[in-house]
C-alpha cells in the first residue's frame, strides 16, 4: 500500500511517541493504550518506552491496528527515538552511535521534544550536528510546557529540511489523542516519511499535572512496581 497523495481511503491517524508502564514514568499498560487508542481513534501507533522494546513487542502482539515497534533512547547528548526496531538500542551511547544502531537495523530516526528547556532533548546545537543523519523532529509534542519551545523546533525542522510531527508523548491513557499527523496509508519506514511530508499536524497541549502522573509513576517503581 503506498503513501500516495489524495488517495480516497481514510487518512490514518499517526502518533509515533506513546509510552507503556514499562517506561518507569509511565502508568499505562499495553492493554489500556490498545483501548485507549481503539476510543479515540487514534489508527497507526509507535510505542517508544525508554530504553526498552518490551512494550512496543507487547502492544503490536494486542492490538488490531498497525503498530510500530521503537524506543526513546537517553544518549549522552540527549534522547533519540528509533523506529522500525527489531531489539533494544542501549542507553549511554553517543548520539551518533546512537543513530547507527539504528540504522543498522533499517530503522528511522526521530528527534523527541528537541529544544524542550525542561527535558533532555538533543537541543540546537545538536539538531543542527545531526541534522544530516535525522528523519523526523517533533515540532509539536503535547507534554511540552512552553509553546515557544515547539516553535523553535518547527523553525529549525524547516531551516534543515526535516519532516516535522506532532505526537502525544503520552505517560498515560488520558493524554492518547492529545497530538498526531493526519497522512496517508503506508507500508514500511520510507513510504511512513512520504506520509508524514504530506500529513497535517492536529494537536492541543496537555495539562502541564501530566507531569505529576509521571512523578507518581517513576515513585511507585521507585518503591518496588514492575510490570508483569
Not at 496517508?184 to 511512513?192: K, N, S, W
Request: hydrophobic share 40%; proline share 7%.
Amino acid at each position: 500500500m503506498s503513501a500516495v497523495p489524495g488517495r480516497e481511503e481514510r487518512p490514518l491517524r499517526i502518533d509515533l511517541h506513546l509510552h507503556t508502564h514499562y517506561s518507569p514514568d509511565s502508568i499505562t499498560s499495553p492493554q489500556r493504550l490498545v483501548a485507549a487508542c481503539q476510543r479515540k481513534g487514534i489508527t497507526c501507533i509507535a510505542v517508544t518506552d525508554h530504553n526498552t522494546i518490551r512494550g512496543a513487542v507487547a502492544v503490536k502482539e494486542a492490538a488490531p491496528f498497525q503498530v510500530i515497534v521503537g524506543e526513546e533512547i537517553r544518549s549522552t547528548e540527549g534522547e533519540i527515538i528509533g523506529l522500525f526496531l527489531n531489539e533494544e538500542v542501549p542507553p549511554g551511547l553517543s548520539a551518533q552511535e546512537t543513530i547507527e544502531r539504528i540504522r543498522a537495523q533499517s530503522g528511522l530516526v526521530s528527534l523527541p521534544h528537541p529544544l524542550d528547556r525542561f527535558r533532555g532533548g538533543v537541543g540546537t546545537e545538536g539538531v543542527a550536528r545531526l541534522a544530516p543523519l535525522v528523519d523526523i523532529v517533533e515540532v509539536m509534542n503535547a507534554r511540552t510546557t512552553l509553546k515557544r519551545d515547539d516553535d523553535a523546533a518547527t523553525r529549525l525542522a524547516q531551516e534543515h529540511s526535516l519532516v516535522g510531527v506532532a505526537m502525544s508523548d503520552a505517560h498515560s491513557p488520558w493524554e492518547i489523542g492529545r497530538a498526531y499527523v493526519e497522512a496517508p496509508a503506508f507500508d514500511g519506514p520510507q513510504e511512513l516519511l512520504e506520509a508524514l511530508r504530506w500529513g497535517t499536524l492536529v494537536g492541543r497541549p496537555s495539562s502541564p499535572l501530566v507531569h505529576l502522573i509521571s512523578r507518581y509513576a517513576a515513585l511507585r517503581r521507585k518503591l518496588g512496581w514492575r510490570p508483569a
